[in-house]
């Protein structure tokens, strides 16, 4: 569709446009926007810094990314109907990496954060509060919520290879997926089923 180098692509709800993170020189990268029809491309962001990880609302009308154009990583808002304004919607206490993975109904984020002392770990951003998922020592990463809101998947090296587990977000029960070296769940729009990489990077 368009040449990039292009990375992170999100397709829109409607299947439309696709929004992605284009790297622009050393430490520099902007959100651009590709139309899923002609491929013309067009740029989104004008910052400084990296601007990375596009992730559509549930119905379209927006854009959240990350950007450490403030000099910490903090979650944007950008409307996508045409207005420029673009609004911080998470600011961490402390700097540290974050971006997002997931956008679901009533402002529903699953985030993915670095912190000091526990590396890597996945929460959900609950009316822009961050609630842990999976917090510990080991490194907990790529949290994907279902679209029925019932399971909260997620990868980990917690028993030394890496798994993908599940959280049933009504019982807080929490399951594992017996697989070896699977990682980067995914869920399938109106199906309940899951996509994953393999050690293999296989899908």
Do not use: K
């Not at 089923?193 to 296989?202: S, V």
Request: proline share 6%.
């Amino acid at each position: 569709l368009a040449v990039g180098p292009y990375y992170q692509p999100n397709l829109s709800p409607d299947e439309r446009r696709i929004v992605v993170e284009r790297v622009e020189g050393a430490g520099r990268s902007n959100i651009w926007m590709v139309d899923a029809v002609t491929g013309t491309a067009e740029r989104w962001t004008h910052d400084p810094g990296i601007n990375t990880t596009p992730i559509w609302s549930p119905g379209g009308d927006s854009v959240i990314f990350a950007s450490n154009r403030s000099g910490s990583t903090e979650l944007y808002v950008r409307g996508t109907g045409g207005a420029l304004a673009e609004r911080a919607v998470f600011s961490p206490p402390h700097a540290s990496i974050l971006w997002p993975n997931d956008w679901r109904e009533g402002d529903l984020i699953s985030m993915d954060r670095f912190e000091p002392g526990t590396g890597y770990n996945t929460y959900e951003l609950r009316q822009w509060r961050a609630v842990p998922m999976a917090r510990t020592e080991a490194m907990e990463m790529r949290g994907a919520i279902s679209y029925d809101l019932r399971w909260f998947a997620y990868d980990s090296d917690v028993t030394g290879r890496r798994q993908i587990y599940f959280v049933d977000r009504r019982t807080g029960e929490r399951f594992v997926l017996p697989f070896e070296g699977a990682m980067r769940p995914r869920w399938v729009r109106r199906t309940g089923h899951l996509f994953f990489h393999t050690a293999g990077n296989e899908f």
